[in-house]
């Protein structure tokens, strides 16, 4: 499978636990996006990176949550101290197109978070 | 301030029928808009997508039709079938990259 992979797949935790996910984009894509979605919402975004250059940040991503992509490759997204609002799914995607316009972004199966 | 604005929340069509999604956006500076389906517990697939340089686009029983004027876009599926049910969200992107999504529409198509 040479798609966007993401894990786990599934985490529940206890309110005030730090969570990791990792995504594995697919190979050479240069640019990685995280994306958060609620039940009957659609996906909204919270950051991304081009490379290892995280270059934005949605206002929605508190000081609680902290995402890496080192080497340019996979990316991890860390919440600490987990609220019980943030129970979601996280879905994560990767683009490449050296050009300055918005580009196909293809979409991993998602983390789907449970904070009791 | 919700950007692109979908209708409707839910959709109900028989097999080989015709089911039509819209979407409105505010941001002229979007230039990208695709259209994603997604499966209960799956993440969004890509459907298809349309630049503002042409008015219609399709890809087999897939079309999108883009109004720039009116900031409206729509998806139309011809032939429905029972396998096409599912939760479809359009979506804008511009030159900052990131995709702001429509709240999604359930299609049900029934056989």
């Known amino acids: 499978d040479t798609g966007v992979s993401q894990d786990p797949r599934h985490k529940i935790t206890k309110r005030g636990q730090n969570v990791t996910f990792r995504c594995d984009p697919i190979?050479?894509?240069?640019?990685l996006y995280w994306y958060r979605q609620t039940l009957g919402q659609g996906p909204e975004f919270l950051t991304y990176?081009?490379?290892?250059?995280?270059?934005?940040k949605s206002r929605l991503l508190s000081d609680r949550f902290s995402a890496e992509r080192p080497k340019g490759s996979f990316s991890t997204l860390e919440i600490q101290r987990t609220e019980q609002g943030d129970s979601a799914m996280y879905l994560c995607?990767?683009?490449?197109?050296?050009?300055?316009?918005?580009?196909?972004?293809?979409f991993g199966p998602g983390t789907r978070l449970t904070v009791l | 301030q919700q950007q692109v604005k979908q209708s409707p929340q839910s959709l109900i069509v028989q097999k080989g029928g015709i089911s039509i999604i819209n979407c409105a956006y505010e941001?002229?500076?979007?230039?990208?808009f695709p259209w994603y389906q997604q499966f209960p517990g799956k993440g969004p697939a890509l459907l298809i997508a349309?630049?503002?340089?042409?008015s219609e686009k399709k890809e087999g029983r897939f079309t999108i039709s883009f109004n720039k004027s009116a900031k409206q876009f729509s998806l139309h599926i011809m032939d429905s079938q029972p396998g096409d049910s599912a939760t479809y969200f359009c979506?804008?992107?511009?030159?900052?990259?990131?995709?702001?999504f429509g709240k999604g529409t359930l299609l049900t198509v029934n056989p």
């Open positions: 995607a990767s683009s490449n197109r050296a050009s300055g316009r918005t580009d196909t972004q293809y």
């Open positions: 990176f081009q490379n290892e250059a995280q270059l934005e």
């Open positions: 349309i630049r503002p340089d042409v």
């Open positions: 190979s050479e894509h240069n640019r």
């Open positions: 979506a804008a992107g511009g030159s900052n990259y990131k995709l702001t």
């Open positions: 941001n002229t500076a979007f230039d990208y």
